[in-house]
């Protein structure tokens, strides 16, 4: 099992920045690609970024690219975003996820911290 704890979110106004940790513990032995997905208020979750195990290959959401940048520290065990420029449709839940290389899903889940963004 690998369990997965995001830092706390926070409020911020719009323009600012904010930046989210995701530490990794338990069966941490695999390669994982990690990522971050967001749920707004009232919408489904939706992929942000991710990045693979070896950190040289990346990929954003068209939304936040540009703006957000995910990187890890395998040493650490941990996967941050930090985000820039936010506007207040970036207002969500943000939860860190987990997937094995060869398979299509993420397996694993962070509880989720709330990022608002005022206007």
């Known amino acids: 099992q690998v369990l997965l704890v995001e830092s706390e979110g926070g409020l911020v106004q719009a323009g600012g920045s904010l930046s989210l940790s995701c530490t990794m513990s338990?069966?941490?032995?695999?390669?994982?690609?990690m990522g971050w997905f967001r749920q707004p208020p009232g919408k489904e979750r939706e992929f942000v970024a991710a990045?693979?195990?070896?950190?040289?290959?990346?990929d954003y959401a068209d939304s936040v690219k540009g703006r957000f940048t995910i990187s890890r520290d395998n040493a650490k065990k941990t996967v941050y975003l930090e985000m820039n420029e936010l506007k207040p449709e970036d207002t969500a839940v943000y939860y860190c996820?987990?997937?094995?290389?060869?398979?299509?899903?993420?397996?694993?889940w962070g509880q989720g911290t709330q990022v608002t963004v005022s206007s």
């Open positions: 996820a987990a997937r094995i290389p060869i398979l299509k899903n993420y397996s694993y």
């Open positions: 338990g069966r941490t032995a695999g390669t994982y690609t």
């Open positions: 990045v693979t195990w070896s950190g040289d290959s990346t």
